[in-house]
T-cell receptor, first 112, second 116 residues
């Protein structure tokens, strides 16, 4: 049981490049979330999903896109990377009937 | 809207010292409250939680009591260890008639360093 896994662990992008951050969970959780963590700040919600085929915006969705074609996977897409997207990105999941969210180890992204 | 405010950090303590990390919140309705901990190089993991007023969450010697009258959820531990060195996040889960989907609002985090 691996829990929530994220790839890559670290990536450097040039301005304007695109990339996909991968997130997979093996706990059969309905709900999944993407957060970003900026230095000295708490985590802010980017997007979330309540099940396959259903996604919705969080607090800071601009510049990102998501999809949820399966229960297990919830990739986050950056189309035109900007320096403001330099951050640490965390994926999380939870079961519909329980409150505890389980987090992945994070992806550190640097946009230069 | 909902918000969480944690005490300014970082916090540096000697082993066996008493720890308090303050957390206050602003929310409509009756949120659930959480403390998450992030050890170096790892993701966040739940430390403890409380779902209603006057509930006390506890785990690994840490405690926090949901105080609705002061809108607070302060984290305490009587005797910290070097292994407690980590970043601690206070968070609340929106409860809005079942449509909040468990979205969390986090405080800014408090870095705790414990020296031998």
């Amino acid at each position: 049981n691996a829990g929530v896994t994220q790839t890559p662990k670290f990536r450097i992008l040039k301005i304007g490049q695109s990339m996909t951050l991968q997130c997979t969970q093996d706990m059969n959780h309905n709900y999944m979330y993407w957060y970003r963590q900026d230095p000295g700040m708490g985590l802010k919600l980017i997007y979330y999903s309540v099940g396959a085929g259903i996604t919705d915006k969080g607090e800071v969705p601009n510049g990102y896109n998501v999809s949820r074609s399966t229960t297990e996977d919830f990739p986050l897409r950056l189309e035109l990377a900007a320096p403001s997207q330099t951050s640490v990105y965390f994926c999380a999941s939870r079961h519909r009937g329980l409150e505890t969210q389980y987090f992945g180890p994070g992806t550190r992204l640097l946009v230069l | 809207g909902n918000s969480v405010t944690q005490m300014e950090g970082p916090v540096t303590l000697s082993e066996e010292a008493f720890l308090t990390i303050n957390c206050t919140y602003t929310a409509t309705g009756y949120p659930s409250l959480f403390w998450y901990v992030q050890y170096p190089g790892e993701g966040l993991q739940l430390l403890l939680k409380a779902t209603k007023a006057d509930d006390k969450g506890s785990n690994k010697g840490f405690e926090a009591t949901y105080r609705k009258e002061t809108t607070s959820f302060h984290l305490e531990k009587g005797s910290v260890q070097v292994s407690d060195s980590a970043v601690y996040f206070c968070a609340l889960a929106h409860n809005a008639g079942g449509t909040s989907y468990g979205k969390l609002t986090f405080g800014q985090g408090t870095i705790l360093t414990v020296h031998p």
